[in-house]
């Protein structure tokens, strides 16, 4: 079986949080556990290197995305979060999946940019943050998520969901049926070591941090990661509670909002307690993990919460905000508070710093709760849940149109897709030749999904008519069109005939499940 993955939204660095840590642990489980697979890749020119050492595994790369806008990566990739499903698709190239005979698509960055009918596709669901807290986006990307997650609904046969309150939330909040969506908990913390002494000196010492005591939060500064409230939280233990000699560590990639923060650091006279030590290699996360004193989590919502499986892993206590999914993950190996209320933060530290009992107990049951997460079982879960895809087909039904442009007129190929569906679909098209049209007539040229052909020919000053019906199982109808022109306006298009209608019903129910909605200039 060839099992494509999309990754080309993965990018350098620690932009794209832990989700990122999940891709590169679950490729290498692949490579090894699944013997009788191939992988490719769908690369884009910005993350090949990532994927290189994945070569000596045979997992292959096909690059989809090349370099064609700006050596500006954040333009770039600003530019084409805004692309829509349907022109992702013109840009990358069409059958990106056929042309390397690929059984079921892998999307692991949740949209499913590269899906194409009658091949199944899986995705990952890290979490509907954007549902819960709108505000924290600016209405573009809302706009943007609500336009992928509608997309995700229809096209992909089964969802991962890296929590069970997280499956709980899309089968809600989505309305997706709960036999299409599955509940993986991750389990990648043992990529991270234990360190040598020597390297533990090499990097205390270049972080400032040898002979203290800290607390940490790892956690890019995003806004629900809750970073202001935590400084506040931290601002008044230090002033109630003098004594005990507490320092916190914040590690992440550099964003925006960090510079808010290192100024509300300085405000509160906390430039030495306080430690911005930005995105860490693996190497040196394993040293600050291993001498810290507890971990602190104070984030306002969370699809699983990494850290605080790494905490368990380090032999460190936990303390964090009882919201979403955290007190799933972390169960009874933590000590819980309101994230919203600061007073609630303050003494959680005061318990944890001053009661040795607790913290023992925190640490042990800790190392109990940790038990639930091994790797190897994430690792065949996940294989599991693609292989069912791949052996029972597309289950989820949609249709969709290309080769129709929004000004109405139509190319020469038009592709009709269609997944799993109750009853036959029934596909009607009707369009005209305008008078100025170069040509006296077209051809049409169709190729239904179980192979039969059928030929059309419209004259001016005739209708083109077309229904055809498909059939329950997915696939794709191809239209080649003949008889098309260029204009000579600088449009680059070859344009064929003007488009009135174009739907697809599902005759089992009557429900129309594709509607053209293109406007004439």
Not at 35 to 51: E, Q, V
Not at 119 to 129: E, H, M, N, R
Request: glycine residues 8%; hydrophobic residues 40%; proline residues 5%.
């Amino acid at each position: 079986m060839k099992i494509a993955v999309d990754v080309t939204p993965i990018l350098p660095g620690g932009e794209c949080g832990g989700v990122k840590q999940l891709v590169l642990e679950l490729l290498k489980g692949f490579s090894a556990r699944a013997r009788d697979d191939s992988f490719i890749l769908l690369t884009a020119w910005y993350n090949r290197d990532i994927f290189k050492e994945y070569e000596a595994y045979g997992i292959k790369q096909y690059c989809v995305l090349h370099e064609t806008f700006s050596a500006d990566r954040s333009s770039f990739l600003c530019y084409l979060s805004k692309l829509s499903q349907r022109f992702i698709g013109h840009l990358a190239g069409r059958s990106v999946l056929r042309k390397n005979s690929a059984d079921v698509l892998f999307c692991p960055m949740t949209a499913p940019t590269y899906h194409e009918p009658g091949i199944p596709t899986v995705s990952i669901v890290c979490d509907l943050q954007h549902m819960y807290y709108p505000g924290f986006l600016s209405k573009k990307e809302l706009a943007h998520r609500n336009s992928f997650y509608e997309q995700l609904k229809k096209k992909a046969d089964y969802i991962i969901c890296i929590s069970e309150f997280t499956r709980r939330s899309v089968i809600e909040k989505l309305g997706i049926s709960p036999e299409r969506v599955f509940s993986i908990p991750i389990s990648v913390h043992s990529r991270l070591a234990f360190p040598s002494q020597e390297w533990t000196q090499t990097t205390l010492h270049k972080y400032q941090l040898e002979g203290k005591k800290y607390c940490l939060y790892p956690a890019n500064a995003w806004p629900h990661k809750n970073h202001k409230m935590l400084l506040a939280a931290f601002n008044m233990f230090q002033k109630r509670y003098p004594h005990p000699d507490l320092k916190l560590v914040l590690t992440g990639t550099h964003m925006a909002d960090n510079r808010i923060l290192e100024d509300a650091v300085a405000q509160m006279g906390l430039d030495d307690a306080v430690h911005f030590l930005g995105y860490l290699a693996e190497r040196e996360l394993s040293v600050i993990w291993q001498n810290a004193h507890f971990l602190i989590f104070p984030s306002l919502f969370e699809g699983f919460g990494i850290p605080l499986v790494e905490a368990m892993q380090y032999g460190k206590p936990i303390i964090a905000s009882t919201v979403t999914s955290i007190p799933e993950v972390a169960g009874d190996a933590a000590l819980y508070f309101n994230p919203c209320k600061p007073d609630e933060m303050v003494e959680a530290m005061r318990q944890i710093m001053s009661d040795e009992g607790l913290y023992r107990r925190l640490v042990e049951k800790g190392k109990k709760q940790l038990e639930r997460y091994r790797y190897e079982e994430m690792v065949e879960q996940y294989l599991k849940v693609i292989h069912r895809a791949a052996a029972g087909g597309t289950v989820a039904e949609y249709a969709e149109v290309t080769g129709i442009y929004h000004d109405c007129w139509a190319g020469e190929q038009i592709e009709v897709g269609v997944g799993a569906g109750r009853g036959k679909r029934m596909f009607t098209l009707r369009g005209t030749i305008p008078e100025w049209h170069p040509a006296r007539e077209i051809k049409l040229k169709v190729t239904l999904p179980d192979g039969r052909k059928k030929w059309y020919v419209v004259h001016k000053h005739e209708e083109l008519t077309m229904r055809e019906y498909l059939s329950e199982q997915a696939g794709v109808m191809n239209i080649a069109v003949s008889g098309g022109f260029r204009p000579d306006n600088g449009d680059i298009r070859t344009l064929t005939f003007l488009v009135d209608e174009a739907s697809v019903i599902n005759t089992h129910g009557g429900t129309k499940i594709y509607e053209f909605s293109g406007q004439r200039r």
